[in-house]
């Protein structure tokens, strides 16, 4: 399969390497316990797992105070601070080769190159990082960046077309820290072979200092009076009836004033509500942010990548009993396991792009957990990293999670910046570490506290489906911010916010705006056909394509204006249309001759065949309420056709309109319904195409590798001669 790999600006040879040596002792619960108090008046941080749960969840974390550099990024600029005499050597070793200039302060900024953000590599600022990391050599186990990337950040992607400036990022690299694994706690020390370049003629260490690019605090008021919140979700129901999105995450923040203790609302925050991901960070001039979050967003260990998308809520029983039954109710919620498939097939979509095809596996599916206040359900999935992919790639490409933002996410980008009252900071973006080695682990913040001098800053979401609710929205972004509201005011009183002013109508949304096993590659047929991919916008084209190349075939991609080259189509290529909403643009005509592409044979998906099916004067059947992106449909394969030995199986629906199969034209031969009438996969008599009305490639129809199975099945009725030992060479 054809792969775009990021293209990044050329990398300035390192001068040399700093060799560190590495220190390691026993340690105890005191010492992290003095670390987490340090971080009330010094810069550090503490991040990890406070929950385990095999194979996804460890419970293993790290904290520091008193690093040695701080790497800040704002509005396109990045710093390189040395906050102590190590660190001086270190930013002073990264500079050489470096064009760029020093500040009063110590700071260096690299000098760097312009970007144009519609390309392929992505920001300067995050690829100089690969270069940064590069230089050092020795003993370096574990030797890492730590900290946090803003919600922004994904404007730092290659391709994404969107100014930088918005993005935010504060790292840090410490030469001394603790680790817990568990009931074990080791410390960590990393010296400098090279000690010459640690004198005291450095500029004066800014430890306690402003942090680039801090956010000004707003006035203590939460974004929304009660109700213009449920509002804004009314709005944003609208935008997903007309098919703008297939779902969107709406969020609103609570602000208090507080002057309490950093570091012992954190500890409370540890011991009452453990999560996966457990983060308190010290920017420095009274800057910290704090949370616990169940969204693990990329974990890249010895070229093994995992994403656990999370997405359902219900509240914690009285009991064991109680637990119970609100975890059935969870798992049986039609919109709870509408929105959890969204985010997971987007997810997949990532994966596919990052990962070698075969390796990719849904790993764990609705799988519920029970954390202090909540239960949740959650997904795993995983693959190995393909060969010129690396930590940036996987730190950019999982960034706006589909959980976060939506389905397509540039639209529910869109819809987000419309919708909401304020900037969302720090929340959806990603906090955690980068290995020396090419390690990765990061979470999605999620439900944080972020402290700016006396006032504090708590925002929750909701994830929004067809059949949300808006007052029930409403109510559980409240819900989640009443822990950590109520943790707070235990650890200092809070001052009550004031109500914002206005109409709750004002800033109205514009319109338009099953378990596999890891690393089992499909056998590749001798002789394979030759696939023509065009999905448009579609957010599961990754998916297709990788599918497509575990069924042996060599899958090429391209967009609509390129089917000039179909012309000269190799006669055992078959071409692939896949579309995820209605009304897109599809090189299918009322012939039909399907444009260009003449009698190429074509199998169309979801969208793309319900746009046939109009484009031969079919109508649709009258819809009884909005159709749901997301949910699971039962296929019933027809008897006495290529299709019988299946037997039912569930897939991915993702409807725009619905046809019945009674009704079906003599020129088609109905290959599925849903058991009640529905049509869901044709086939037409003259021309070689055919059509699915559901989605084989969604994580619901990894049960049995139906989807793989069923697209490895049609690609043989489609071009049979491709299979076969007298078709020669790959075509």
Same mark, same amino acid.
């Given at each position: 399969?054809?792969?775009?790999?990021?293209?990044?600006?050329?990398?300035?040879?390192?001068?040399?390497?700093?060799r560190?040596?590495?220190?390691?002792?026993?340690?105890?619960?005191?010492?992290?316990?003095?670390?987490?108090?340090?971080?009330?008046? @010094?810069?550090?941080?503490?991040?990890?797992?406070?929950?385990?749960?095999?194979?996804?969840?460890?419970?293993?974390?790290?904290?520091?105070v008193?690093?040695?550099?701080?790497?800040?990024?704002?509005?396109?600029?990045?710093?390189?601070?040395?906050?102590?005499?190590?660190?001086?050597?270190?930013?002073?070793?990264?500079?050489?080769?470096?064009?760029?200039?020093?500040?009063?302060?110590?700071?260096f900024?690299?000098?760097l190159?312009?970007?144009?953000?519609?390309?392929d590599?992505?920001?300067?600022?995050?690829?100089?990082?690969r270069?940064l990391?590069?230089?050092?050599?020795?003993?370096?186990?574990?030797?890492?960046?730590?900290?946090?990337?803003?919600?922004?950040?994904?404007?730092?992607?290659?391709?994404?077309?969107?100014?930088?400036?918005?993005?935010?990022?504060?790292?840090?690299?410490?030469?001394?820290?603790?680790?817990i694994?568990g009931?074990?706690?080791?410390?960590?020390?990393?010296?400098?072979?090279?000690?010459?370049?640690?004198?005291?003629?450095?500029?004066?260490?800014?430890?306690?200092?402003?942090?680039? *690019?801090?956010?000004?605090?707003?006035?203590?008021?939460? $974004?929304?009076?009660?109700?213009a919140?449920?509002?804004?979700?009314?709005?944003?129901?609208?935008?997903?009836?007309?098919?703008?999105?297939?779902?969107?995450?709406?969020?609103?923040?609570?602000?208090?004033?507080?002057?309490?203790?950093?570091?012992e609302?954190?500890?409370?925050?540890?011991?009452?509500?453990?999560?996966?991901?457990?983060y308190?960070?010290?920017?420095?001039?009274?800057?910290?942010l704090?949370?616990a979050?169940?969204?693990?967003?990329?974990?890249?260990?010895?070229?093994?990548?995992?994403?656990?998308?999370?997405? *359902?809520t219900?509240?914690?029983?009285?009991?064991?009993?109680?637990?119970?039954?609100?975890?059935?109710?969870?798992?049986?919620?039609?919109?709870?396991?509408?929105?959890?498939?969204?985010?997971?097939?987007?997810?997949?979509?990532?994966?596919y792009?990052?990962?070698?095809?075969?390796?990719?596996?849904?790993?764990?599916?609705?799988?519920?957990?029970?954390?202090?206040?909540?239960?949740?359900?959650?997904?795993?999935?995983?693959? @190995?990293?393909?060969?010129?992919a690396?930590?940036?790639?996987?730190?950019?490409?999982?960034?706006?999670?589909?959980?976060?933002?939506?389905?397509?996410?540039?639209?529910?980008l869109?819809?987000?910046a419309?919708?909401?009252?304020?900037?969302?900071?720090?929340?959806?973006?990603?906090?955690?570490?980068?290995?020396?080695?090419?390690?990765?682990?990061?979470?999605?913040?999620?439900?944080?506290?972020?402290?700016?001098?006396?006032?504090?800053?708590?925002?929750?979401?909701?994830?929004?489906?067809?059949?949300?609710?808006p007052?029930e929205?409403?109510?559980?972004?409240?819900?989640?911010?009443a822990?950590?509201?109520?943790?707070?005011?235990?650890?200092?009183?809070?001052?009550?916010?004031?109500?914002?002013? *206005?109409?709750?109508?004002?800033?109205a949304?514009?319109?338009?705006?099953?378990?596999?096993?890891?690393?089992?590659?499909?056998?590749?047929?001798?002789?394979?056909?030759?696939?023509?991919?065009?999905?448009?916008?579609?957010?599961?084209?990754?998916?297709?394509? *990788?599918?497509?190349?575990?069924c042996?075939?060599?899958?090429?991609?391209?967009?609509?204006?390129?089917?000039?080259?179909?012309?000269?189509h190799? @006669?055992?290529?078959?071409?692939?249309l896949?579309?995820?909403?209605?009304?897109?643009?599809l090189?299918?005509? @009322?012939?039909?001759?399907?444009?260009?592409?003449?009698?190429?044979?074509?199998?169309?998906?979801?969208?793309?065949?319900?746009?046939?099916?109009?484009?031969?004067?079919?109508?649709e059947?009258?819809?009884?309420?909005?159709?749901?992106?997301?949910?699971?449909?039962?296929?019933?394969?027809?008897?006495?056709?290529?299709?019988?030995?299946?037997?039912?199986?569930?897939?991915?629906?993702?409807?725009?309109?619905?046809?019945?199969?009674? $009704?079906?034209?003599a020129?088609?031969?109905?290959?599925?319904?849903?058991?009640?009438g529905?049509?869901?996969?044709?086939?037409?008599?003259s021309?070689?195409?055919?059509?699915l009305?559901?989605?084989?490639?969604?994580?619901?129809?990894t049960?049995?590798?139906?989807?793989?199975?069923?697209?490895?099945?049609l690609?043989?009725i489609?071009?049979?001669?491709?299979?076969?030992?007298?078709?020669?060479?790959?075509?």
């Amino acid at each position: 399969m054809e792969r775009r790999s990021p293209v990044t600006p050329p990398e300035p040879a390192a001068a040399g390497q700093l060799r560190l040596r590495r220190l390691e002792d026993d340690a105890g619960p005191e010492a992290v316990a003095d670390h987490l108090r340090a971080l009330d008046s @010094r810069p550090g941080m503490y991040y990890g797992s406070d929950y385990a749960s095999d194979p996804v969840f460890q419970h293993e974390a790290h904290v520091f105070v008193d690093p040695a550099v701080r790497l800040t990024l704002a509005a396109g600029t990045l710093a390189l601070q040395p906050l102590d005499a190590a660190g001086a050597a270190v930013v002073r070793h990264w500079s050489r080769g470096l064009p760029g200039a020093w500040r009063p302060d110590g700071a260096f900024l690299p000098d760097l190159p312009r970007w144009d953000p519609s390309g392929d590599g992505h920001h300067p600022a995050a690829a100089l990082l690969r270069t940064l990391l590069a230089q050092f050599s020795g003993e370096t186990r574990g030797l890492s960046l730590f900290g946090c990337w803003n919600a922004d950040y994904w404007r730092l992607e290659g391709g994404s077309g969107a100014d930088p400036a918005a993005a935010r990022a504060v790292l840090y690299l410490p030469l001394s820290f603790l680790t817990i694994r568990g009931p074990v706690v080791r410390s960590v020390r990393f010296l400098l072979e090279d000690t010459s370049d640690t004198g005291g003629d450095a500029a004066a260490f800014a430890a306690h200092g402003a942090v680039a *690019g801090a956010v000004e605090a707003p006035p203590a008021a939460d $974004d929304f009076p009660q109700g213009a919140y449920a509002h804004r979700v009314a709005q944003a129901l609208d935008a997903l009836a007309r098919g703008d999105v297939l779902s969107v995450a709406l969020s609103q923040a609570f602000r208090r004033r507080w002057s309490g203790s950093a570091a012992e609302a954190f500890a409370q925050l540890r011991r009452r509500y453990p999560m996966p991901e457990m983060y308190c960070v010290h920017f420095g001039a009274g800057e910290y942010l704090m949370g616990a979050s169940p969204c693990m967003q990329a974990r890249l260990e010895a070229g093994g990548l995992d994403i656990a998308p999370v997405c *359902g809520t219900a509240p914690r029983g009285a009991d064991a009993l109680a637990d119970a039954s609100h975890a059935m109710a969870l798992l049986h919620s039609e919109k709870e396991g509408a929105a959890l498939a969204l985010g997971t097939d987007e997810h997949l979509a990532r994966l596919y792009r990052l990962c070698d095809p075969a390796s990719v596996a849904v790993l764990a599916y609705r799988r519920v957990h029970h954390f202090q206040a909540l239960i949740h359900e959650m997904a795993h999935i995983g693959g @190995r990293l393909a060969a010129g992919a690396d930590w940036l790639d996987v730190l950019l490409a999982t960034s706006a999670t589909a959980t976060s933002t939506g389905v397509p996410k540039r639209s529910a980008l869109a819809l987000i910046a419309a919708a909401e009252a304020s900037p969302r900071g720090w929340y959806t973006g990603a906090v955690g570490r980068i290995g020396v080695d090419g390690s990765l682990r990061i979470g999605t913040i999620m439900r944080p506290a972020w402290i700016r001098g006396d006032m504090v800053e708590i925002r929750t979401g909701s994830l929004l489906v067809g059949g949300s609710d808006p007052a029930e929205e409403e109510e559980e972004t409240r819900i989640k911010a009443a822990s950590l509201l109520s943790l707070l005011d235990q650890a200092s009183p809070l001052a009550p916010a004031s109500e914002p002013d *206005g109409d709750p109508a004002a800033g109205a949304i514009p319109d338009g705006a099953t378990t596999a096993v890891r690393g089992a590659p499909e056998t590749a047929t001798p002789c394979a056909p030759r696939v023509y991919l065009e999905g448009g916008n579609d957010p599961l084209q990754p998916i297709t394509a *990788g599918l497509l190349a575990r069924c042996g075939a060599e899958v090429v991609e391209y967009e609509m204006g390129g089917l000039a080259f179909l012309k000269q189509h190799p @006669r055992a290529a078959i071409r692939v249309l896949t579309r995820m909403r209605a009304g897109e643009g599809l090189p299918i005509d @009322r012939n039909p001759s399907f444009g260009s592409g003449g009698d190429l044979p074509t199998l169309l998906l979801g969208a793309a065949a319900e746009a046939a099916l109009a484009s031969w004067g079919w109508a649709e059947e009258p819809s009884a309420g909005l159709l749901q992106p997301g949910l699971g449909i039962t296929v019933h394969p027809c008897h006495d056709t290529p299709l019988a030995d299946f037997g039912p199986f569930l897939a991915g629906d993702y409807p725009a309109r619905r046809f019945a199969a009674a $009704d079906a034209p003599a020129e088609l031969t109905v290959l599925a319904t849903d058991g009640a009438g529905t049509l869901l996969a044709f086939r037409h008599r003259s021309l070689p195409v055919i059509g699915l009305l559901f989605r084989p490639e969604s994580v619901l129809a990894t049960g049995g590798q139906a989807g793989q199975r069923l697209l490895a099945r049609l690609l043989r009725i489609l071009a049979p001669d491709a299979f076969t030992p007298s078709s020669g060479a790959h075509p």
